[in-house]
């Protein structure tokens, strides 16, 4: 499977501060990418996913910037909260239908 | 809207044994599922994409006679787990693929073989 790279593997943010995870991807065959949050013993849910003829998008705290000349996409979450301590996923797909996922960072929004 | 089931969500079993986990979409036609492994603070790892009606498709290294994937209808698939072994605890999760594109996902099925 293409590899999808994500940094960093945790963070620990104040609350209120903001979280920035990256991702890079090698292959440009491809036209969906979403963030994923994922708690202990839950499956992955949709945070945001943008298409690359877009270079942001905003949905309330959760922003993805796209930058698809250097193959790159991040999260920003704003006003980090406790509650958003979690696994986040980047992930791409892409001509064959399938998400393949970044190695996941470990989130915690300390009070 | 465009929920997926997963049963059970835990699930132990002794060594040798067979497991069944379904996935069902419930308020959608799901052409396309996936099942996904995921162990202890790793990714997602992507182990067969199954249609409707057809062969599932195994990714590399994954032992088609030892997960067993039924995609016998529009919205349920299934994976069985065949003479399962401790090595083969893990989470298991399924997914569907949306026609608007975009993906859901079950909750997961935690494994432990003993």
């Known amino acids: 499977q293409q590899q999808v790279k994500q940094s960093p593997q945790s963070l620990i943010v104040q609350k209120g501060g903001i979280s920035i995870i990256n991702c890079a991807y090698e292959n440009t065959a491809f036209d969906y990418f979403p963030w994923y949050q994922q708690f202990p013993g839950k499956g992955p849910a949709l945070l945001i996913a943008?298409?690359?003829?877009?270079s942001e998008k905003k949905e309330g705290r959760f922003t993805i910037s796209f930058n698809k000349s250097a193959k790159q996409f991040s999260l920003h979450i704003m006003d980090s909260q406790p509650g958003d301590s979690a696994t986040y996923f980047c992930a791409r797909g892409g001509s064959a239908r399938q998400l393949t996922f970044g190695s996941g960072t470990q989130l915690t929004v300390l009070p | 809207g465009a929920v997926v089931s997963q049963h059970p969500s835990w699930v132990i079993c002794k060594s040798g044994t067979s497991v069944k986990i379904e996935c069902r979409s419930l308020?959608?036609?799901?052409?396309?599922m996936f099942w996904y492994r995921q162990f202890p603070k790793q990714s997602l790892m992507l182990m067969a994409t199954s249609n409707e009606g057809s062969k599932a498709t195994y990714e590399q290294g994954v032992e088609k006679d030892k997960f067993l994937i039924n995609h016998a209808s529009l919205t349920l698939s299934t994976l069985t787990v065949t003479s399962a072994h401790p090595e083969d605890s893990s989470f298991y999760i399924c997914s569907a693929e949306l026609r608007s594109y975009g993906y859901t996902f079950g909750s997961g099925t935690r494994l432990t073989v003993v």
């Open positions: 943008i298409r690359p003829d877009v």
């Open positions: 308020d959608f036609q799901a052409t396309t």
